[in-house]
């Protein structure tokens, strides 16, 4: 009884090809966590996600003994919250009296997060969906995207976490490197030449089985992205 | 320019006066009752510390805690709730996120809402060159108070032991917590928008629990002397800014 409780008390709604989906289940796979996978039709939105979200009707969702938390980085941060005695993603915070060095590496990933938020996505989208000199511009914007986040990572082998264990802005990441492929086919341009460091980490990252088994291979979503210029017209 | 900080910490806050981003944070650093130097960026004129301290995106707020720089208001606020938590650096303690992993994530979530959509078209309204487009981002920000009026309302924090959640005064329950401080940065520039526009976006008529919500929220102490109140200097400091 209690073993069956326990399967049916993370849900996440989600859909095969989304980073931010992504994101949750190599967390939720880091941390151990044992969750039920539910694949929605974007096209024909289950009664439940938009029940659970009613404000942005996305995935992800994720349903915690019945309810929902929405937003990927929101979800990341309660799966720490929520579950204290798995691995961190954020640096773990000094319990006792704020300890200002532990909120430090704590706000440096929450900002890296948020910039990945901000920028990769909506670039990445105008890189596939634009032609001529605004996609050109969208390509000049996506390599200064991927330097800017090369120099943040250095020469470490991971964004956070030490001890090869992927850390918040790692997850936060990571799903893209699943599109860098098709970046580099509708932009032309490559990511090996222009940020090699990044390319490392991506190939690093990729032999972790959290991410093997979540992420999909970069054709499929290069397939998915021409999918996707056919359904708005895009040559 | 309030000079000096508890304990040998040094907190510097670089930001603009008028900035809903740079104006949250200082709430939250009056409820923590930490001092700090403020600093008034002139963003024609960027300072090379406040160039060097946010290089990625060279806005402002920054808060520079002991040499160094933490950027982006949200970030900023869950910095300052870890760092000055209970007593420390002399802080008040005061807390305007709740201990329940459940309850910071509906808070997470309503504050990222209102930065997407009330800030968003804020920003449009104020730097959109065509009235047909501020008009249709002023929409889209009544929309968005219309959601939260029904929403967020109904997902009050009830940490007080007194009341209940549906009574609640603040989105923080008893206290303002983190929606109440992001949402409410924004109040200010709401009379200076109906007065550019003619569109009234804080409207007792169309969201009363918010209207009533608003005015608890700038009579509060921690927020008093910090939202720019005085709408026509905010317009002309607009009209400059612009041109």
Redesign the interface.
């Given at each position: 009884m209690a073993a069956a409780k326990k399967e049916k008390e993370l849900l996440l709604l989600d859909f095969w090809v989304s980073p931010f989906g992504q994101r949750c289940r190599i967390a939720m796979a880091e941390k151990g966590l044992e969750f039920e996978y539910r694949e929605e039709d974007l096209g024909n939105k289950s009664d439940l996600l938009l029940r659970s979200n009613?404000?942005h009707r996305k995935i992800p969702v994720l349903l915690?003994a019945g309810?929902p938390?929405?937003?990927s980085l929101?979800?990341l941060?309660?799966l720490d919250?929520?579950f204290p005695d798995t691995p961190h993603l954020l640096p773990p915070?000094n319990s006792s009296?704020?300890?200002?060095d532990?909120?430090?590496a704590?706000?440096t990933a929450?900002?890296w997060a948020?910039?990945v938020d901000k920028k990769l996505y909506d670039c990445g989208s105008r890189l596939w969906r634009l032609k001529g000199e605004p996609q050109a511009a969208a390509r000049r914007e996506m390599v200064e995207i991927l330097r800017?986040l090369e120099a943040e990572l250095g020469y470490r082998e991971f964004f956070g976490g030490g001890g090869g264990r992927l850390g918040f802005v790692d997850v936060a990441l990571v799903p893209f490197t699943a599109w860098f492929y098709s970046y580099e086919r509708c932009g032309g341009f490559s990511v090996e030449e222009v940020a090699p460091r990044l390319a490392a980490w991506a190939r690093r990252c990729g032999r972790i089985d959290s991410v093997a088994k979540h992420l999909p291979s970069p054709e499929k979503v290069y397939d998915f992205v021409g999918v996707l210029k056919k359904k708005y017209g895009v040559e | 320019m309030v000079v000096g900080a508890e304990g040998g910490d040094e907190l510097k806050l670089l930001g603009v006066w008028d900035s809903p981003y740079v104006n949250r944070v200082q709430v939250v650093l009056n409820l923590k009752g930490v001092s700090y130097e403020y600093v008034e960026e002139d963003l024609m004129d960027k300072s090379d510390l406040l160039l060097g301290s946010n290089p990625v995106h060279k806005k402002v707020p920054v808060l520079i805690h002991n040499g160094k720089p933490i950027a982006e208001s949200r970030v900023i606020l869950e910095y300052l709730e870890e760092a000055f938590a209970a007593g420390a650096g002399g802080s008040t303690g005061a807390s305007v996120l709740p201990d329940d992993p459940y309850k910071r994530a509906v808070a997470r979530f309503w504050a990222a809402y209102v930065d997407d959509k009330v800030g968003s078209p804020w920003y449009t309204i104020l730097f959109a060159r065509e009235r047909e487009e501020k008009v249709e981002a002023a929409a889209r920000a009544i929309s968005a108070l219309e959601t939260i009026e029904a929403g967020a309302f109904r997902d009050r924090s009830s940490e007080g032991k007194t009341t209940n959640a549906a009574s609640a005064p603040f989105f923080g329950g008893d206290s303002i917590g983190f929606v109440d401080v992001v949402l409410g940065s924004y109040l200010g520039w709401f009379r200076v928008i109906e007065k550019m526009i003619g569109v009234r976006i804080m409207d007792a008529a169309r969201t009363p629990r918010l209207a009533a919500w608003a005015e608890r929220f700038e009579a509060a102490d921690a927020v008093r002397g910090v939202l720019p109140v005085d709408v026509d200097k905010l317009i002309d400091f607009l009209q400059a800014f612009l041109h």
């Open positions: 009613p404000v915690h309810r938390v929405c937003e929101v979800i941060q309660y919250d929520a915070a009296s704020g300890d200002a532990a909120a430090y704590r706000a929450r900002f948020d910039y800017t | -």
